[in-house]
């Protein structure tokens, strides 16, 4: 059996390093972005078995928590977080009315799975980043258009690798626990998947320039400087 999750992170690592060479004016913004979605990987412990478990080769760091899982939160939200500027050549997004703490919100409501276990994991990862997009939204009005257009091209790109997938490793369609999921999918693909991808790029597309209003950010001097 392949290695799903390393593929799959290698691809996205190859347009991450693309990226990170071609946009210059986005490197901080990426480097940054892959940090904290890094770090937010450590929450695969979660999500095994409950939402699924991997039925294909993984190098475990330990029972829950695989080397491929923080290589994947790693790359895909510095992937993700640029899509928009990438393809229509923007630059840095102006945030500047939307406050820091509002980026608290989302990990706060992801946690409260660990007092209503009952209901889906991934339904609180994907519903808590929708709020949060939401709450930004509602901040400065005028990021709307990118905010949604992001979600949409991370939607797409996804969806495209995961049509591929599915034909290419049936041990990752064996990897999901259906029992808990709600049985919509797309071209077979379980729509609580998709729906943590566009999540995923209505989120973080904002996270860099939202924390440049934090007066925290002499902790990131390299960051921002």
């Known amino acids: 059996m392949a290695y ?4 799959g992170s290698g691809i996205v690592a190859i347009f991450w390093l693309v990226f990170y060479i071609i946009r ?10 892959s940090i904290i979605g890094g770090i937010l990987g450590f929450t ?41 500027q990438i393809i229509f050549k923007e630059p840095l997004f102006k945030a500047q009315k939307i406050k820091s703490k509002l980026l ?5 409501i992801f946690l409260l799975y660990l007092f209503i ?24 009005k005028r990021l709307g258009k990118p905010i949604l257009l992001n979600g949409i091209i991370t939607f797409v790109f996804f969806l495209i690798m995961y049509m591929i997938f599915w034909q290419l490793f049936p ?3 064996a990897s999901y626990n259906y029992e808990v999921l709600s049985g919509i999918n797309i ?3 379980p729509i609580e998947e998709l729906l943590f991808f566009f999540a995923i790029g209505t989120n973080f597309c904002l996270i860099y320039e939202i924390l440049s209003n934090s007066k925290h950010t002499k902790y990131l001097k390299y960051f921002y400087n």
């Not at 412990?45 to 939402?51: A, D, G, K, M, Q």
């Not at 276990?117 to 609180?124: E, K, L, R, T």
């Open 24 to 33: 210059t004016d986005l490197r901080k913004k990426i480097l940054l972005t």
């Open 4 to 7: 799903v999750y390393l593929i």
């Open 117 to 140: 276990p009952q209901i889906n994991v991934m339904a609180f990862s994907f519903g808590s980043m929708f709020i949060g997009a939401l709450l930004f939204y509602l901040s400065d």
């Open 187 to 189: 071209i077979g693909i």
């Open 171 to 173: 041990s990752l369609i």
């Open 44 to 84: 695969e412990i979660f999500f095994v078995p409950n939402y699924w478990n991997p039925q294909f080769q993984v190098i475990k760091i330990f029972d829950n928590l695989f080397l491929g899982s923080l290589f994947f939160a790693f790359f895909l939200p510095g992937f993700s977080s640029v899509l928009y």
């Open 104 to 108: 608290l919100i989302p990990p706060v």
